[in-house]
């Protein structure tokens, strides 16, 4: 009996053993078949824009809880900080225009140009999307490319880009 038993057990195992090397292939198949492949998702400019929206909100709830006050009273108090920074903006530039128009560098009128596109909001030219590019260094940003204008432009460049 004891070795009718183990010839029994030997053929189960046996027969385990085979099946597992039919199966395993073909759920390996099955499995690269729903693997996902590696080809970038492509997002529409809307579907990025609206995920963007859904995170400023979620954080902007966050904040106000954690701060104890409504979302609405969160808003106020940026655009409050908001509008706070853009006056001491205009105010640094109206400085500066002022003394490059005593140093003789600019015009009045070409002083009056610069601030008026600044508090419109069209100077200093800030680049497109992407803000430089990869890297964050394309371009048209920061200390590499200047965010005023054309390649070579700084912050003494006319609103057309040129150096005074």
Not at 147 to 161: E, L, Q, Y
Request: hydrophobic share 40%; no cysteine; aromatic share 2%.
């Amino acid at each position: 009996m004891r070795a009718t038993l183990s010839n029994r057990l030997a053929a189960l195992v046996a027969a385990g053993a085979t099946a597992a090397i039919v199966a395993i292939p073909a759920m390996a198949q099955d499995d690269a078949d729903d693997a996902p492949n590696d080809a970038p998702i492509e997002h529409s400019q809307e579907d990025r824009e609206a995920f963007r929206a859904q995170r400023q909100a979620h954080r902007q709830e966050l904040l106000a809880a954690e701060l104890g006050i409504s979302v609405e009273e969160l808003q106020t108090a940026m655009d409050n900080v908001h509008a706070t920074l853009e006056a001491e903006r205009l105010a640094e530039l109206r400085e500066r225009l002022d003394q490059r128009v005593a140093d003789g560098d600019l015009t009045q009128e070409e002083a009056d140009e610069i601030y008026a596109a600044a508090e419109a909001g069209e100077w200093p030219r800030r680049p497109g999307p992407g803000h430089g590019g990869p890297g964050h260094g394309g371009p048209g940003h920061g200390p590499r490319g200047g965010g005023f204008g054309p390649a070579g432009a700084g912050p003494d460049a006319t609103p057309s880009g040129t150096a005074a």
